[in-house]
């Protein structure tokens, strides 16, 4: 059963991790949203946007056109939490505009965006989307932000109608922050409010309550802003349906043009690692977990929400544009603590200490550090992996014929022959280039003449929603084809 974590997404990426004395090897914490796994906690389709593009130059060549900044504050740990974060406490006598764990760092990151080498191609689009993750990157003062946004933009540049995300915490910022963030450029909200019942916040360790949820939809309408989130995790302890039906309800009445759902993994270095097991009480069961699922799948569906991503739902137009980066497997930049970044078909992790990090910014400065490089012996194998896992996690599902032209056909129809009791229990469909679903009969025809195969298929995805809460266990089968 589909278990995406409150971690990004990215941690699990197959994709080979550079090599560096100075960097981390395992991949490491960024949002979108996934994410957080995929994009964070309080952190995607367009069937247009989704296209993997077959392009001359491969799309992991280009140049970046996203950029993820890691903004780690905290309030406190929540029970749930195991991402790099700091945590400020609630009681400190310091404002969170002259505490200097908060400027210090915001200097930190500046001058980690200033020594990042452009990557070796001659022309480099403005950035269109940037997203703030965190931790709580709405504790950070708007003062400090805009250094960051200008150091992008005069490093980089900025288009005009580019993308801005934010991940805000209820009780953390009010009308004026919200509207000095938005005057900066800010133009997409990802609320974490992750349940509507105050018990369950207190079990997650939340440093808000349901008021100050309630409060913090208020801001967000009254400020007028359009594109926005609201971020919820199921499965949490002692959460009944009746909860989470409650929570779906007010949701759907607050009426954001995007919804981010995930399921509660358990980590063992947090505090639920500590006193819960997975599918133990008062965990739900994977049974009730799934019950969880599929009732978001159902009445956000009737809510006129689309389920884009596992994870994702979103009125027409409103995606997540920077989650999209991920989903179609394109390059990003990525800065701050434990933040990782894809560039050159290659992932680039930061230390998720901050002394680390700290050292990690001076290697870049002085040169000893160097993500620029083109790298001409990516892995196939890996870039599969990623690209299959990627696209199975989303509405539009895996483009066929692109994926042979990459890979070849020998993979592309060992693919569509382990899935093939998948199709017909009803958790993998096959689709021709209209996306007209393949019926099982045309299908057993298929099957037996590979040439025919490669021909009529056009896209392969998993179903909303038995497909998308076996998706591990169908991404882990392609696995075993591209890398027996």
Avoid at 88 to 107: C, M, V, W
Avoid at 124 to 146: D, R
Avoid at 267 to 278: I, Q, R, V
Avoid at 452 to 478: T, V
């Amino acid at each position: 059963m589909l278990k995406s974590t409150v971690a990004p997404m990215l941690l699990t990426l197959h994709t080979k991790t550079k090599s560096n004395n100075f960097l981390t090897l395992k991949a490491a914490t960024f949002c979108s949203t996934f994410p957080q796994n995929p994009p964070t906690v309080r952190r995607n389709a367009s069937t247009n946007t989704l296209t993997i593009e077959t392009l001359e130059t491969p799309s992991y060549k280009l140049p970046p056109a996203s950029a993820y900044v890691h903004l780690p504050f905290c309030r406190k740990r929540c029970h749930y939490c195991d991402f790099p974060i700091v945590a400020l406490g609630s009681t400190s006598t310091e404002t969170a505009d002259d505490d200097p764990r908060i400027s210090n760092y915001i200097h930190l990151l500046i001058r980690e965006i200033e020594a990042t080498q452009k990557t070796q191609i001659d022309q480099h689009p403005p950035l269109e989307t940037v997203f703030f993750g965190g931790g709580t990157p709405s504790l950070v003062p708007p003062k400090l932000v805009a250094k960051v946004l200008e150091t992008l933009r005069s490093k980089f540049g900025l288009s005009l109608d580019a993308e801005i995300s934010m991940e805000m915490d209820p009780g953390t910022f009010d009308d004026k922050k919200l509207r000095d963030l938005i005057g900066l450029g800010v133009n997409r909200v990802s609320l974490g409010v992750q349940a509507f019942q105050e018990e369950l916040l207190k079990v997650c360790g939340r440093a808000h309550g349901v008021q100050e949820v309630h409060e913090a939809i208020e801001i967000i309408g009254s400020c007028g802003v359009r594109n926005w989130s609201l971020d919820l995790i199921s499965s949490l302890p002692n959460q009944t349906q009746e909860m989470w039906e409650e929570t779906l309800r007010l949701t759907i009445e607050a009426q954001p043009n995007h919804v981010s759902v995930y399921d509660l993994q358990v980590e063992k270095d947090t505090k639920f690692g500590s006193l819960y097991t997975p599918g133990e009480f008062p965990l739900p069961s994977d049974t009730q977990s799934a019950k969880f699922y599929r009732m978001a799948s159902r009445k956000l569906g009737e809510a006129n929400y689309n389920h884009y991503e596992v994870s994702s739902y979103s009125k027409s137009g409103f995606e997540c544009k920077h989650n999209y980066t991920y989903w179609i497997n394109k390059p990003f930049y990525a800065f701050g603590l434990g933040s990782a970044s894809y560039i050159n078909g290659t992932r680039y992790s930061r230390p998720k200490k901050l002394k680390d990090y700290t050292n990690y910014v001076k290697n870049l400065e002085d040169g000893l550090i160097d993500c620029s490089q083109v790298d001409d012996e990516v892995n196939e194998g890996e870039m599969a992996m990623d690209i299959v896992m990627l696209s199975l996690r989303t509405s539009k599902g895996l483009e066929f014929k692109s994926f042979i032209e990459d890979f070849g056909s020998e993979i592309a129809v060992e693919l569509c022959k382990v899935y093939e009791p998948y199709m017909k229990s009803g958790h993998v469909l096959f689709l021709d280039d209209q996306r007209r679903e393949i019926t099982e009969d045309e299908f057993s025809t298929l099957v037996l003449d590979d040439e025919k195969l490669e021909n009529e298929i056009g896209f392969i995805r998993l179903s909303d929603p038995d497909g998308f809460l076996l998706s591990n266990e169908l991404i882990s089968l392609a696995f075993g084809v591209i890398d027996p």
